[in-house]
């Protein structure tokens, strides 16, 4: 009797956590989904002996596979050093829930490791627990569908930014590493506003207004002092046209971003100017690629603004319904370099002001993958990478340093892709 009492109990306990679970917890419109990319890979940096090669970006991070995870040190001793790393890009978990047909929320949350490891946006985005963050709030947002015309999308939190070739997630792009076009000349992720208006199936159009227009990944996580503190807010569009089927959509869009990357300013701003495409030219052929102009103007009379300039090549070729591969080919040229504070043309504090690049420089990057679909959601990724970095040699006036050493870095990596 004792035994059948207790058993009545305990199912009559976990009936009315059942209930409870489903009406507080998990009711219609709920979605959770995401995934995880990690790997491995080995890359050599070759400068020549006894002079000062490599240096990191605005990110912290240099080119190559795993570059993004590099935690290594450089100096002029460094002719040739191996590096080996096992990485954590991410896991991330995507969270939506929807009230009635026309408001959504969702959250796009990344875990990682709170180091280098991780890649840039765990060591230094201002994420959940601060810098080094474990956490990072990728995307969080509101979005409400308003009845004008087809119908505008209205969103306000934390959203990708609609611009350029490379996807925030590497999940979803065709390499493993990103060029420095993503890692350094533009922003992926803004908090603001935006309104999005689908005139057709062929022509859609973004329109945002945002904290300024840093290209740091985290609205200036780098550089809260200077990327934060701005007087008035970034403003940013893309125009985009789509054409093809379903799944294998060709898109061709011109993006354009007018913001502020010095602190306490109203003028001297910073403006970029991108065309990204993706062009679907057979069923199992397409070319995508990205070109980026942009330009910081500096706040001392006669000093330099910040020029940089890039241009990136996708190509991607699926073999079967299985295996596929690309070949990427990215440039990109920084045309003033590293300057002193004193004639800075971007808001870092100190003697150690740096170009979004790291140096006066030209880059080129060449990636190679093959990838291998294990099963519906499931893959197996190889690349291998080569990078040259070419520094001036002629460096503005007052620079502490100059690099005058070519950088050749050959790499390899692998990862497994997961998505759920």
Request: net charge negative.
């Amino acid at each position: 009797m004792k035994k059948t009492f207790i058993a009545v109990l305990a199912v009559a306990m976990l009936a009315g956590t059942t209930s409870f679970a489903d009406e507080s917890y998990v009711s219609g419109g709920f979605e959770a989904s995401g995934h995880i990319v990690a790997g491995a890979g080995w890359q050599r940096l070759k400068s020549a002996a006894g002079t000062t090669g490599l240096t990191r970006d605005i990110t912290n991070t240099v080119p190559g596979v795993i570059g993004e995870y590099s935690t290594e040190a450089f100096s002029a001793a460094d002719n040739k050093k191996d590096e080996f790393k096992f990485f954590l890009d991410e896991f991330e978990l995507d969270l939506a829930k929807s009230f009635g047909e026309n408001i959504r929320i969702r959250a796009d949350l990344d875990f990682g490791s709170g180091t280098m490891n991780s890649g840039p946006r765990f060591a230094n985005a201002t994420g959940v627990g601060g810098f080094g963050s474990n956490v990072v709030i990728e995307q969080a947002y509101a979005t409400a569908n308003l009845a004008v015309g087809n119908g505008v999308e209205f969103l306000l939190g934390r959203f990708n930014a609609p611009i350029g070739f490379e996807k925030v997630d590497v999940f979803y792009n065709d390499t493993i590493s990103r060029s420095a076009i993503y890692r350094s000349l533009r922003p992926n992720t803004f908090t603001g506003a935006k309104v999005y208006y689908a005139f057709s199936d062929l022509v859609d159009w973004h329109v945002y207004v945002v904290n300024n227009g840093s290209m740091n990944y985290d609205n200036g996580g780098l550089n809260p002092a200077g990327g934060q503190n701005t007087d008035v807010p970034a403003f940013g569009t893309r125009l985009g046209f789509n054409w093809g089927e379903e799944g294998k959509k060709s898109t061709f869009g011109l993006s354009g971003i007018v913001g502020q990357d010095h602190p306490n300013q109203k003028k001297h701003i910073t403006f970029i100017g991108d065309a990204d495409w993706q062009w679907w030219v057979s069923d199992n052929f397409a070319f995508g690629g990205e070109g980026i102009y942009r330009q910081i103007d500096t706040t001392t009379v006669g000093g330099k603004n910040g020029k940089y300039f890039g241009a990136l090549a996708n190509l991607h070729y699926e073999f079967s319904d299985v295996w596929d591969g690309t070949l990427r080919y990215a440039y990109t040229k920084d045309n003033n370099g590293l300057i002193n504070a004193g004639v800075g043309v971007i808001p870092i504090t100190g003697a150690a002001a740096q170009s979004l690049t790291g140096e006066k420089e030209q880059i080129h990057e060449i990636a190679l993958d093959g990838s291998y679909d294990v099963a519906d959601g499931a893959s197996f990724r190889l690349e291998g990478t080569y990078s040259l970095v070419i520094p001036n040699g002629t460096q503005p006036a007052g620079q502490a340093s100059a690099n005058t050493a070519k950088t050749n870095i050959f790499g390899f990596g692998a990862v497994f892709a997961y998505e759920f």
